[in-house]
């Protein structure tokens, strides 16, 4: 695959989100020498990220998984694991269910989010560790790094980039890197 970017140390080049000027819900996102738009939540950014709040949370999140609708081969240059998304696929978001924030498969009974949507917005998306590895009910679920609306409109607390972007940042992209919401 080529050289991995690193920062400082060796370790992975952290991909790291500021709030645009004059905007909550835009972001300028970036990775090495890399500057690119993104949007945020509808609600801008928390530090106290509650479930259903349509904010992005302030943290620092490993990248976890990726997924990929089977139509898009360029996830198949990725680093990172890429699994490949079936019409079946959803992800628990009711902080009530045990398999809160955690993927899962139709028919499912609890509050979900479809990972094969229509508007093609989840074609590339990949899992950040928020609430995933220390889950705490209630505390937002799906936080994931995915493919932006032409117009970036906001998200409900995702963080997101146009697909053309995408394409330059995923294969640099490995289980070592971390997105930083400052």
Known sequence: MGRKPHGIKGKPTPIVVRTAPRDRCRAILQFGSLRLPAALGRSGITSRKREGDGATPRAAMPVLDAYRRGERRLALLS????????????????????????????????GHEKLRRSDHLYDICIVLDWNIASRRRGCGSAIFFHIARPDYSPTEGCVAISFRDMQRLLPKLTKGTRLIVL
């Open 79 to 110: 680093q990172l694991p890429v699994k490949r998304i079936r019409p079946n696929m959803l992800w628990c978001d009711d902080p009530r269910h045990p398999a809160y924030n955690r993927p899962v498969k139709a028919p499912f009974p609890a």
